[in-house]
């Protein structure tokens, strides 16, 4: 059964910086694509980052571009996501999910087969 586990998540303080850990169960997990992906109440769940499987590119949204790293370990099957200079805004249940088909688009969440629980990450100001 495939499994994605976020970690990372918590309270910090404006302009502060945490980073998240996405470890998965898919095997080969080199050939998966994964986003990020977070929702906060009342609001749709939005793309936040993505990285290919093959070359690694990655895609930021508009809105944490130059904030927010994403990377990845194959060998650990773990992808991260370094956030950087948080403000309350980015205040979310954040979600890692992982997808195969390399013709799809990262941005979409209708393209991800599989998603971790999520895991809280609350920005005071």
């Known amino acids: 059964q495939v499994q994605l586990v976020e970690s990372g998540g918590g309270l910090v303080q404006a302009g502060g910086s945490l980073r998240l850990s996405c470890v998965a169960s898919?095997?080969?997990?080199?050939?998966?694509?994964v986003g990020w992906f977070r929702q906060a109440p009342g609001l749709e769940r939005e793309f936040v980052a993505a990285?290919?499987?093959?070359?690694?590119?990655?895609y930021y949204a508009d809105s944490v571009k130059g904030r927010f790293t994403i990377s990845r370990d194959n060998a650990k099957n773990t992808v991260y996501l370094q956030m950087n200079s948080l403000k309350p805004e980015d205040t979310a249940v954040y979600y890692c999910?992982?997808?195969?088909?390399?013709?799809?688009?990262?941005?979409?969440?209708?393209?991800?087969?599989?998603w971790g629980q999520g895991t809280q990450v609350t920005v005071s100001s």
């Open positions: 990285i290919r499987a093959s070359a690694g590119s990655t």
């Open positions: 999910a992982a997808k195969r088909n390399p013709l799809e688009s990262l941005l979409s969440s209708n393209n991800y087969g599989y």
């Open positions: 898919i095997r080969p997990f080199s050939t998966y694509s």
